[in-house]
C-alpha cells in the first residue's frame, strides 16, 4: 500500500504540473480525468477497504454530496453541475484515506513544496521568456479556442504593469494556463508566498524567504486587482498572528501603532486606486459588479434560495457573473453551496483538535486563501489547481482524522 | 470491533443490496401513486406576430416590444385581475434563432394556464389593434375621398353622351348657319367645316368615353383594394394555433424525477444503516 500511495502521490504532481498545458497543448478538454482520478482512487480503496478507516462524518458527508447530486440531475434536471465540488471533497477524502496514512506527512508535504517551486520557477522562466523573445511562439503552441473547445490555452493578457513600468510585458499564464484569465497565475503567486512564508517561519531558512518575496514579485510583474486584494488579507492575517505571538509582551512605544495607522491608510488608498483604473468612481464599481450581481435574489423563492435557480432564470435574472460565490449561490443554493463550504470548514475545526500535527496554519491559510479568491473568478475549480486544493484539502482532513490522532 | 473500516460498510452495503434495490423498486411503484408531488403543466405558443399591407407601414408589436410588456408590473396587474381568480400561470417569452416567437407557460393548474394565455394574448392584441386602428381612420379617410371622386366621374357620365335634343339643337342651328352663309358657292366648302367638327367630335367623344371609363374602373378597383386591405390587411399579434387543452402537458413530476426520488429513498436506508452499524461498532 505504501507504494501504491507514493505513486498515486507521484501521478497527482504529474497531473497538477502538466494536465494544463497538455490540454492545451493538445486543444482537448481532460476534464474527464477528474472522473478517472476520483474513480481510480476508489478503486485502490476498494481493494484495500480493511486498511481504510471511515468516520462518521466521512460517511455523512459523502451522503450528503451523493443526494445533493442526485437532486440536482435527476428532480432539478441540471446535469452534473455539483460535480465539481463533490470532486474536491471526495477525492480529498479518498486520498486522505489511500494516501496519507501510508506514507509521512514530511513526503508529503515535500511533494507539495515540489510542484510550488516548479510553479514559481515556471512563473520566472515565463517573464522572462515573454521580456526576451516575446510571447508569440506561446501563444502558437498552446493556441486553443476556447469558446469552441472549452480548453484556454496560453493567452495574451493584460498586464496592468504598462501604466507603471517603461516596457510592456502581457500578463502571466502560468503553467497552469489561464484558465480564469490572469487570475490564475497572480492568485498562485500569494499561495506560494504564502506556503514559502510559513516555511521559513518554521525552519529559518532564508532561501524560503527570498522564494516567498519571489512570489511576491511575480505577482507585482503580473497583478490583478483580486490577487492584490488576496494579498493584502494575507498579509493583515499574518500580521494577526504575529501579534498573538506578542500580545503579552509590555507596549515600549507607540511607534508602530501609528506606522501601522500609515500603512493600512496607505494600503486602503492604494486599493481605491487600483479598484479605480479601470472604472470611474467606486460607485460606478459598486453599482456595476455588486449591485448587477446580486439584485437578481430579490426574485428568488424559497425554493430557489435553499436549492438554486434553473439556467433559464439564472440568465433572466442575473447580468453579471463576476463574483462566483454569488454564481454558486444561483446555482446551487445556501443549501449546495453551505454543504461544500461547511464540510471544509468542518474539517478545519476539527484539525484543531490535533495540535501534534505540522504545518496546519499554511495548509489551513492556503485552503482559506484559495475559497477567498472565489470572491471573483473560481480559480480552485480550474483543472491542475483544482487537485492542488485537494492535496492541502486531504492533508487537513487526516491531520484531523482520528486515525492520524491514533499515531500519537 | 473497535474501527469502521471501508470494508465494514462495503460488507454491510452489500448485505443489504437485495434490501436496496427493493427499497428503489418500492419507492418507485409507490411514489407516483401517492400524489405527494403537486403536478405542475407548461404549455409552448408559437405567436405569430401582426401583419400589416405593404403600402400601409405600421409599428406593429415586434419581440423586444412582447418582452417589455410581459416583464412590467402593471402587465402583472393586469393578469391577475383578468384570470378571475384561477391563478397566472408563470410565462416567458423566448426567440429562436429563426426569430420564431414562443410563450411558455407553467403553473400547477391547466385552467389558469388557458385564462393566462388567453388574457395575456388579448392585452397584447389591444395594442395591435390601437395602432391598426389610427391606421383604418386613415385608410378610411381615403376611401371617403375616392368614392367622392368615383361618384363624381360616374354622375359625369352622361354629360358627355350627344342626345337627341343636342342633335335637335345642333341640326336647329346649321339650318340657320346655312341660310347666313348662301352666297358660298363652293359645297364641299360649305360643309367641310361641319364634318370635320363631327369626326373631331366623335373623335374626341370616344377617348373621353375610354379614358371616362378606365378612371371609374380604376377608382372602383382602388376602392376594392382598400375595401380588403381594411378587412383583411392587417392582423394583430396571435397565437398560431388557439389555446386548447390539448396543448398542455405535464412536466412534473415525471419519471426521472421519481427514479431520483427512488434512489435518494434507497441511498437513505444505506446512511441510517452505516451510521447505525458505526455506532453499534463503538459500543
Known amino acids: 500500500m505504501n507504494s501504491i500511495a507514493r505513486y498515486l502521490l507521484g501521478y497527482l504532481v504529474i497531473h497538477i504540473l502538466l494536465i494544463s498545458i497538455v490540454q492545451a497543448f493538445f486543444c482537448q478538454d481532460l476534464k474527464i480525468l477528474e472522473l478517472t482520478l476520483i474513480f481510480g482512487a476508489f478503486g485502490i480503496a476498494f481493494f484495500n477497504s480493511k486498511k481504510i478507516t471511515l468516520e462518521k462524518s466521512d460517511i455523512i458527508i459523502a451522503f450528503l454530496f451523493v443526494f445533493l447530486n442526485i437532486y440536482y440531475t435527476f428532480i432539478e434536471l441540471k446535469g452534473l453541475i455539483f460535480f465539481k465540488m463533490t470532486y474536491v471533497i471526495l477525492l480529498s477524502m479518498l486520498l486522505s484515506k489511500v494516501i496519507l496514512p501510508f506514507i509521512s506527512s514530511n513526503e508529503y508535504l515535500k511533494k507539495i513544496n515540489l510542484i510550488y517551486l516548479i510553479l514559481l520557477v515556471g512563473l520566472v522562466i515565463e517573464y522572462l521568456y515573454i521580456a526576451i523573445f516575446g510571447n508569440k511562439f506561446l501563444v502558437d503552441l498552446f493556441m486553443c479556442n476556447g469558446e469552441m473547445t472549452g480548453v484556454r490555452g496560453y493567452i495574451e493578457l493584460y498586464n496592468i504593469t504598462r501604466e507603471i513600468l517603461p516596457y510592456h510585458i502581457q500578463g502571466l499564464n502560468s503553467l497552469m494556463m489561464a484558465q480564469q484569465g490572469g487570475q490564475t497565475a497572480s492568485q498562485l503567486a500569494v499561495i506560494i508566498f504564502i506556503w514559502y512564508l510559513f516555511k521559513f517561519q518554521n525552519n529559518k531558512d532564508r532561501i524560503n524567504l527570498y522564494l516567498a518575496l519571489l512570489a511576491v514579485l511575480m505577482l507585482f510583474l503580473s497583478p490583478t486587482i483580486a490577487s492584490f486584494f488576496l494579498l493584502f488579507i494575507s498579509i493583515g492575517i499574518i500580521y494577526l498572528l504575529y501579534l498573538k505571538t506578542i500580545l503579552n509582551e509590555p507596549i515600549k512605544s507607540f511607534l508602530n501603532l501609528y506606522v501601522s495607522i500609515f500603512i493600512a491608510c496607505f494600503i486602503i488608498y492604494l486599493l481605491v486606486k487600483i479598484l479605480t483604473v479601470k472604472h470611474t468612481s467606486l460607485d460606478f464599481v459598486y453599482e456595476k459588479y455588486i449591485l448587477g450581481s446580486v439584485a437578481g435574489f430579490t426574485k428568488f423563492n424559497l425554493k430557489e434560495i435553499l436549492l438554486g435557480v434553473s439556467y433559464e432564470r439564472e440568465l433572466e435574472l442575473f447580468k453579471l457573473g463576476e463574483i462566483s460565490y454569488v454564481t454558486q449561490l444561483i446555482k446551487f443554493g445556501f443549501v449546495g453551496v453551505g454543504v461544500f463550504y461547511l464540510s471544509i470548514f468542518y474539517y478545519i475545526i476539527r484539525v484543531f483538535s490535533n495540535k501534534n500535527v505540522q504545518a496546519i496554519v499554511p495548509n489551513i491559510f492556503i485552503i482559506g486563501v484559495f475559497i477567498l479568491g472565489n470572491a471573483h473568478y473560481p480559480v480552485m475549480f480550474t483543472l491542475g489547481v483544482i487537485e492542488l486544493f485537494v492535496l492541502h484539502l486531504a492533508y487537513i482532513i487526516y491531520a484531523g482524522s482520528n486515525v492520524k490522532k491514533n499515531k500519537f | ?283
Do not use: C
Not at chain 2, 429562436?96 to 385552467?111: T, Y
Not at chain 2, 350627344?162 to 345642333?170: A, G, M, V
Not at chain 2, 371616362?212 to 396571435?238: A, C, N, R, W
Open chain 2, 1 to 283: 470491533m473497535n474501527e469502521f473500516t471501508l470494508f465494514n460498510a462495503l460488507n454491510i452495503i452489500k448485505r443489504h443490496l437485495l434490501v436496496t434495490i427493493a427499497i428503489f423498486f418500492a419507492a418507485f411503484w409507490v411514489l407516483p401513486n401517492l400524489n405527494i408531488l403537486e403536478n405542475q403543466y407548461s404549455a409552448q405558443k408559437l405567436i405569430k406576430p401582426g401583419s400589416h399591407h405593404k403600402s400601409f407601414l405600421l409599428p406593429l408589436l415586434d419581440y423586444q416590444n412582447i418582452n417589455g410588456i410581459l416583464s412590467s408590473t402593471s402587465f402583472n396587474n393586469y393578469l391577475n385581475q383578468a384570470t378571475n381568480g384561477s391563478g397566472v400561470a408563470s410565462f416567458k417569452i423566448t426567440e429562436n434563432n429563426i426569430g420564431n416567437m414562443f410563450l411558455i407557460f407553467k403553473s400547477h393548474n391547466k385552467e389558469s394556464i388557458i385564462n393566462t394565455a388567453d388574457s395575456l394574448m388579448k392585452k397584447l392584441q389591444e395594442f395591435d389593434n390601437n395602432s391598426i386602428q389610427v391606421k383604418i381612420e386613415e385608410i378610411n379617410e381615403i376611401l371617403d375621398v375616392d368614392r367622392e371622386i368615383l361618384r363624381v366621374l360616374l354622375e359625369s357620365n352622361n354629360d358627355y353622351f350627344l342626345t337627341e335634343k343636342d342633335i335637335e339643337e345642333w341640326a336647329k342651328k346649321q339650318k340657320e348657319y346655312d341660310l347666313a352663309i348662301q352666297d358660298v358657292n363652293e359645297f364641299n366648302q360649305k360643309y367641310k367645316i361641319n364634318l370635320v367638327s363631327i369626326m373631331n367630335y366623335k373623335s374626341e367623344e370616344t377617348l373621353r368615353q375610354v379614358k371616362l371609363q378606365k378612371d371609374i374602373l380604376h377608382q372602383q378597383k382602388k376602392i376594392e383594394d382598400l375595401e380588403f386591405i381594411l378587412t383583411e390587411g392587417f392582423k394583430p399579434v396571435s397565437y398560431l394555433f388557439p389555446v386548447t387543452e390539448s396543448d398542455i402537458s405535464k412536466y412534473f413530476p415525471n419519471s426521472l424525477i421519481f427514479f431520483g426520488l427512488s434512489l435518494i429513498a434507497a441511498f437513505l436506508y444505506n446512511l441510517i444503516l452505516l451510521l447505525y452499524k458505526f455506532r453499534k461498532s463503538f459500543n
